[in-house]
């Protein structure tokens, strides 16, 4: 079982729906979540993060955590094509600093 | 935001030659620096970690000798591929971490011919 899983994808959406993005992780110690945006040829770069259960929004993006669930999960609000990239989860485990980074989903926003 | 420079940004080598990548962190010091490997549609893979003035920690299946990782101040890290073949063709990333989170190098595509 992989320690970071995430539906790899294509999720295709049309311009301005919600697109929902799932990840789940297996340490259940787990402390902090990341969502990277990626796209082809560059790095990753932060979207946002979250350590507390619940909800936290940051613009047009929201994430949702459920540490009884492991499960961690990004919406996109009104969509953009420049949203088009794959979405990567990444999870800090309980030893250390280190990130495990899922496998990524690929996003296509369709005008 | 904290900024890290990684060059060179892609480079074409030669099989049995090696590569210095390096990555330098701008505006900060960072004592700790994460090498990653992604090859083509697969995610980051995490090769090392590296500690200014001591030995990096290897994740397990990295060989040590062929990736060479080097800490030597705060502001700067450096990977060198050593006799690299063509599936050391990948793209390499550096990171480090700051408080609000992580930040990544703008990579290395490597390819090895």
């Known amino acids: 079982q992989k320690e970071v899983e995430q539906n790899s994808g294509p999720l295709s959406v049309p311009e301005g729906a919600i697109a929902s993005l799932n990840c789940t992780y297996s340490d259940r110690g787990s402390q902090s979540f990341f969502w990277y945006r990626q796209y082809s040829g560059k790095s990753p770069e932060l979207i946002m993060f979250?350590?507390?259960?619940g909800d936290k929004e940051d613009g047009r993006f929201t994430a949702q955590l459920n540490k009884a669930s492991q499960y961690v999960s990004l919406l996109i609000r009104d969509s953009q094509p420049s949203d088009s990239a794959t979405y990567l989860c990444?999870?800090?485990?309980?030893?250390?600093?280190?990130?495990?980074f899922g496998g990524g989903t690929r996003v296509l926003v369709k005008p | 935001g904290a900024v890290v420079s990684q060059h060179p940004s892609w480079v074409i080598c030669k099989s049995g030659t090696s590569v210095k990548i390096e990555c330098r962190s701008l505006d900060f010091q960072a004592t700790t620096m994460f090498w990653y490997r992604q090859f083509p549609k697969q995610s980051l893979m995490l090769m090392a970690t590296?500690?200014?003035?001591?030995?990096?920690?290897?994740e397990q299946g990295v060989e040590k000798d062929k990736f060479l990782i080097n800490h030597a101040s705060l502001t700067l890290s450096t990977l060198t591929v050593t006799s690299a073949h063509p599936e050391d063709s990948s793209f390499y990333i550096c990171s480090t971490y700051r408080d609000y989170g992580y930040t990544f190098g703008s990579g290395t595509r490597l390819t090895v011919v």
């Open positions: 979250i350590y507390s259960n």
């Open positions: 990444a999870v800090m485990g309980a030893a250390g600093n280190k990130l495990t």
């Open positions: 590296s500690n200014e003035g001591s030995k990096a920690t290897y």
